[in-house]
């Protein structure tokens, strides 16, 4: 069974930093794409960051892009996302998705989200 | 960045209704598109891919179709549990992008 579990959530400061983890498995984890999708609270979807399965390619939102850093370890089965220079408008849930594919198109399973403030 | 617009943003409808949800892409994204449902409180579920191909384990009631620009989500006999909120998404670039979300409610 496939399980993706977030971690690293929490109230962090406008300007501070904070790394979120997905720990996944039931699954060969380096052979799909991973992106992390964030919801503002009340607001719809919207895609931040994918990263390829091998690592070697990774993608950004423009509204996170220089701000934001994903990667994963294989070794590990986990997925990160640092987030540095966090403003008011982070404010969200960050889900991660997994990919059936090894490049980021579409997301067959969902973790149950991390929610992310940003507040002074 | 390709934009993708939702109509209506709520639908108010009955079970057993038919009900149908539209995304236009701003530029032509082929059949490069995804369709989901959420739940308040809970994480997204897949639907269809590929404008039209049914995930496994989702109910034949569900369908999607269109090509290019325009597609629709068709829910043939509303249940009642499928009252939730329905997104697109497309993947023809990666700079991947959703609508803004169709809100199903109780009539």
């Known amino acids: 069974e496939v399980q993706l579990v977030e971690s690293g959530g929490g109230l962090v400061q406008p300007g501070g930093s904070l790394r979120l983890s997905c720990a996944a498995s039931g699954f060969t984890f380096s052979s799909y794409a991973m992106s992390w999708v964030r919801q503002a609270p009340g607001k719809g979807l919207e895609w931040v960051s994918a990263?390829?399965?091998?690592?070697?390619?990774?993608f950004y939102a423009d509204s996170v892009k220089g701000r934001f850093t994903i990667s994963r370890d294989n070794s590990k089965n986990t997925l990160y996302l640092q987030m540095n220079s966090l403003r008011a408008e982070d404010t969200a849930v960050y889900y991660c998705a997994k990919d059936p594919y090894t490049e980021p198109y579409y997301f067959d399973y969902w973790g149950q989200g991390t929610l992310v403030t940003v507040s002074s | 960045d390709i934009q993708m617009t939702q109509s209506p943003s709520t639908l108010s409808a009955s079970v057993g209704d038919r009900v149908t949800i539209t995304c236009r892409a701003s530029q032509s994204v082929s059949s490069w598109l995804a369709w989901y449902q959420q739940k308040p409180g809970k994480a997204p579920k897949l639907l269809i891919y590929?404008?039209?191909s049914l995930q496994s384990g989702v109910p034949s009631r569900f369908s999607g179709s269109g090509s290019g620009t325009e597609f629709t989500l068709t829910i043939s006999s509303l249940q009642p549990d499928e009252f939730a909120t329905y997104y697109c998404q497309q993947y023809k670039s990666y700079s991947l992008t959703f609508g803004g979300g169709t809100k199903v409610e109780i009539k």
């Open positions: 590929k404008a039209s």
């Open positions: 990263i390829s399965g091998s690592g070697g390619s990774t």
